[in-house]
């Protein structure tokens, strides 16, 4: 189990590059206001870059630097900005408190994502808790990685805040509660690669699971 | 250009970590030559200094390529790895990272860029490789985060021959090979615990994550 930041193993596999889009995601988010583990990225990098250095060359073509140079002098793209929209309203491509949240039971919504991420196996939820609302008490099926987008919510093992990472597994019984004046949004990632409809979609979210 | 790395190591030793100040980190400049080369390539467009990057990094990043199951593209992300360094070179900030780890950041994220296309169906994704990759910089111009990083690059280079043979494979593997510690445990047929407990060991002995950034 792993709360309020990543563990060193998937900060490794994020810095090899190894991680699925979703779970490279919820890295991402949480890196972007999450300096100590920045820091940790960066060192990760550094090791790839000497292991790197540690494995075997081989040769190039000869003229090879040469059509490098060729392809340099042809193009004229400057080198890219970063953007300043943030990675999650590119992807949804609207804020998170205007998506076409579906209600679920008592103060849970819950919206279906997986489609944003073609290609791959894992699903991907979002979920809202209404300010001050209550989940019904669950367990988890499967792992589930928890990034927290907007509020906080507390379950007996703490409080989760804003852009806090959360793993969950079938051994973490819990029963949150949105805490604070906003609703609590987050995004999961299940391991699980079900997909069930109708009236077992509620199984699908983890606040009432 | 082995002569070069090997005196950079002398370097390191002659000076002990602790007595780089603040202010030598700070005002001696990129400390290590490749760093020095990219810094040349970035402010004066320097093609000799980039020549001198491509036939260092060049041969690393054609072995990444073809670890990671690209060998019939190898020379084609080579050329698009350097291109990206050409382009993206005036960014470059040597207080931030070594050239070395810059370089291998670019080399990873052509890869799943080059990946990705490969396997594009007609649905897209509306992200680019960097929005997902790419660590977000510091805004801040720390001395202490500089100093700190010039460290653990330093430290980690150092400690990498006190690893075992099966630690510098699982950690190799991962990097280099685009493997998940799934994949690495399935191809060794060792369980997933052991796998990530050689990780864990591994940092632990490189001191990759350091006990002073808990601080």
């Given amino acids: 189990m792993t709360r309020h930041h990543p563990d060193n193993l998937s900060l490794l596999e994020y810095s090899a590059g190894n991680l699925s889009e979703p779970h490279a995601l919820c890295i991402r988010l949480h890196l972007d206001k999450c300096s100590h583990c920045r820091s940790r990225v960066d060192s990760l990098e550094a090791l790839g870059a000497v292991i790197m250095d540690h494995q075997p060359k081989v040769s190039l073509s000869e003229d090879m630097f040469d059509s490098i140079l060729a392809k340099i002098d042809e193009g004229v793209e400057p080198a890219p900005q970063p953007s300043r929209e943030s990675v999650l309203h590119k992807l949804l491509g609207a804020d998170i408190n205007d998506l076409p949240w579906k209600r679920q039971l008592g103060d849970v ?8 991420f073609p290609g791959q196996s894992e699903q991907v939820v979002l979920q809202k808790l209404a300010a001050g609302g209550k989940a019904p008490a669950h367990t988890h099926r499967g792992e589930e990685t928890t990034i927290v987008l907007q509020g906080a919510f507390a379950d007996q093992k703490g409080v989760f805040n804003q852009w806090d990472f959360v793993v969950l597994n079938d051994q973490d019984d819990h029963k949150p509660v949105a805490v604070g004046c906003e609703d609590c949004i987050t995004l999961s990632i299940l391991s699980a690669p079900v997909k069930l409809t109708g009236r077992f979609t509620r199984l699908l979210n983890p606040f009432i699971r | 250009m082995m002569s070069v790395i090997r005196s950079n190591h002398v ?16 005002s001696e400049g990129p400390k290590d030559p490749w760093s020095r080369l990219l810094e040349k390539v970035g402010k004066h467009q320097d093609r000799e200094a980039f020549h001198a990057l491509f036939e260092h990094f060049g041969p690393q990043i054609k072995y990444f390529a073809m670890a990671n199951g690209l060998s019939s593209h190898a020379e084609e992300l080579v050329q698009e790895v350097f291109v990206s360094i050409w382009r993206r070179s005036c960014l470059y900030d040597w207080r931030k990272a070594a050239a070395s780890t810059w370089i291998f950041t670019i080399a990873r994220n052509q890869r799943i860029d080059m990946l990705r296309k490969m396997q594009r169906t007609s649905a897209e994704m ?7 990759w790419q660590v977000p910089g510091d805004n801040e111009d720390e001395p202490v985060t500089s100093l700190h990083r010039l460290m653990s690059e330093r430290r980690i280079r150092e ?8 630690q510098t494979t699982v950690i190799a593997k991962v990097y280099m090979e685009n493997k998940s510690h799934q994949r690495v445990a399935d191809e ?3 369980p997933l615990g052991t796998v990530k407990s050689r990780v864990r060991l591994a940092l632990n002995k490189l001191k990759v994550i350091l006990q002073d950034q808990n601080a």
């Fill in chain 2, 159 to 166: 400690s990498l021959g006190q690893l075992s043979e099966e």
């Fill in chain 1, 109 to 116: 919504s819950v919206l279906d994502i997986t489609d944003k």
């Fill in chain 2, 11 to 26: 370097n390191v030793k002659e000076r002990p970590v602790a007595t780089l100040d603040k202010k030598q980190a700070n």
């Fill in chain 2, 188 to 190: 060794l047929n060792i």
């Fill in chain 2, 126 to 132: 509306n992200v680019e490789t960097e929005d997902l």
